[in-house]
């Protein structure tokens, strides 16, 4: 089969995906949110350690100010990874920034930058993979990563792919006199 030919069925595969209504996660492999929907639990782009340089901000409306994604304190050349399964949707520039879009099962959505890439629309991936290096460009800061996710075309707080946030544990900071 020419390389041609399978990447047409790959994308032929990736609309058929990203047009079928969703189907519902196991509970095993779900997280719940507190509006009661069910996401997949996605694996974290890059290794740890990891920290949250901006949070996801929803705007008041579709074309209102916010932050639709969040961006992941990096550095420069940091291998960047698949958080799940899917097919390259898109490779390229976007303004001043490489970028790279991933379409996942049940209607996911997600866009990294800055990434470089040599990967091509319609390449499989599966979580872990890598995906690229974190770049320079885009509206982070240097050597940041962003990441946004829409769910059936609208964007989601990323956040909820990871599972719930671990709670703090105080440490004893010294001996009491």
Known sequence: MSTRTRR????LLLIFIALAPPTAPSARASSSSSDGAAHPLWRWP???PRSVAT?????AHAFGAGHRGIDLAS???????APADGAIAFRGTVVDRPLITIAHPGGYVSTFEPVSSTL???DLVSAG???????AGGH????ALHLGVRLDGAYINPMLLFG???????????DAP
């Open 8 to 11: 047409t069925i790959v994308l």
């Open 55 to 59: 949070p996801y901000r929803a705007p």
């Open 75 to 81: 550095a420069q050349g940091v291998i960047v990874r």
């Open 164 to 174: 719930p946030v671990p709670r703090a544990v105080l440490l004893p900071c010294c």
């Open 140 to 143: 982070t800061m240097l050597g």
């Open 46 to 48: 890059i290794d740890a």
């Open 129 to 135: 993979d890598e995906i690229g290096t974190v770049a």
């Open 120 to 122: 091509a629309p319609g």
